[in-house]
Structures are given as C-alpha cells and as structure tokens.
C-alpha cells in the first residue's frame, strides 16, 4: 500500500514543482546566454538605441521605454538601475508609490542628474501604516505630495498621473474636489 502512494504523491509533487523548475532552468540558463556572449542590459539598450517622443504638447520628449521604480527599496538598487537606465537612453521614470524610503532612495540616485530624468509621479496617493493607499482627500493629496518632492530632494515633477479612478462617481469627486486645480 505504501508504495502506491508514493508515487501519487511524487506526482502531485511534481506538478506542484514542475512549473518552478522549468522556469528556474530557463533562467539559468538565460543567465549562461547572457555571460557566454557578454550581453548585458546596458549593451544590449545601447546596440537598439532607445527612441524618443513629444508627449503630447508638452515639450517633453521622453523615452518609448520607461523605468518603474516601485521596487527601489534598496538605495544600491535604485542608483544601479538609474545608472544603467540614463546610459542606455531611457529617461522617463515612474514613481508609482508613495513610499518615502523610496523616494529618497530615488533622490540619491538622481543628485545632480535630476535634469537629465523625466519624473512621473502620482497624485492621490498616501503612504500610511507601511501601505500605499488612494486617497480624494485634497489636505491629504498636498501633504503627501509635498513630503514626497521634499523627500526627492526637488521641487518638481515633470508628470503626474492620478490612480484608480474607476467610476465616473469618482473622477467627478477629483475634478469638483480641487484636486485638478492643485495639480
């Protein structure tokens, strides 16, 4: 009887595993790829070259590839990812989290480039009890984006975007709200 078990609860395994394994491989193997024929991010933006539009009638041209910085709450990884980003062209950068520490790990790594950046951030976003959350509150979105230009060492983005505005009921609350004219 034990051993009619074992092999239905290898396979159950397996199929638990199987999935992981398989990408794991690939990435190992990706990563061989990758040092056995010396490409790296940096080369291989630099070799495509990035290309750049005017967004809308701003003036602003930005780089069709943009740089997410959510996940930079390392401040060796943030100054890193900017590094190679600026020197493969790409200049447009997210700042989709309210986070502090992410802020002022983006602040270190952009000292005396700031220009060289296009900064996107977000309005209607508060970072409370360790969370992002979303927020119509307008002392509430002019606290949070004050701290968070104080905390990127700038007094301006070049962008801002506003979150989840999921129903018509709720761009009304942002439009009538000052929200629009804070911005």
Not at 5 to 20: D, E, G, K, S, Y
Not at 76 to 98: H, I, Q, R, T, W
Not at 112 to 135: I, M, N, S
Request: aromatic share 10%; glycine share 8%; hydrophobic share 50%.
């Amino acid at each position: 009887r034990l051993l009619t078990i074992m092999p239905l609860r290898a396979i159950a395994l397996l199929r638990v595993f199987l999935p992981a394994l398989i990408i794991t491989a690939w990435l190992l193997s990706l990563i061989w790829y990758l040092n056995w024929t010396a490409i790296n991010f940096e080369d291989y933006f630099g070799v495509m070259g990035v290309k750049y539009r005017e967004l809308g009638r701003t003036s602003l041209k930005v780089s069709e590839i943009g740089l997410g910085c959510e996940g930079f709450a390392q401040p060796e990884a943030a100054a890193e990812m900017f590094k190679l980003a600026l020197s493969a062209g790409v200049n447009c950068m997210d700042l989709y989290s309210p986070n502090p520490q992410l802020h002022q790990n983006v602040a270190r790594a952009l000292a005396g480039r700031r220009e060289g950046f296009v900064l996107q951030a977000h309005l209607c976003t508060v970072w409370q009890d360790g969370q992002y959350k979303a927020t119509r509150n307008l002392a509430e979105v002019q606290q949070a984006f004050e701290a968070m230009l104080n905390n990127l060492e700038t007094d301006y983005v070049d962008i801002g975007m506003i979150h989840y505005v999921d129903t018509p009921q709720l761009w009304q609350q942002i439009a009538n709200g000052g929200i629009l004219d804070y911005a």
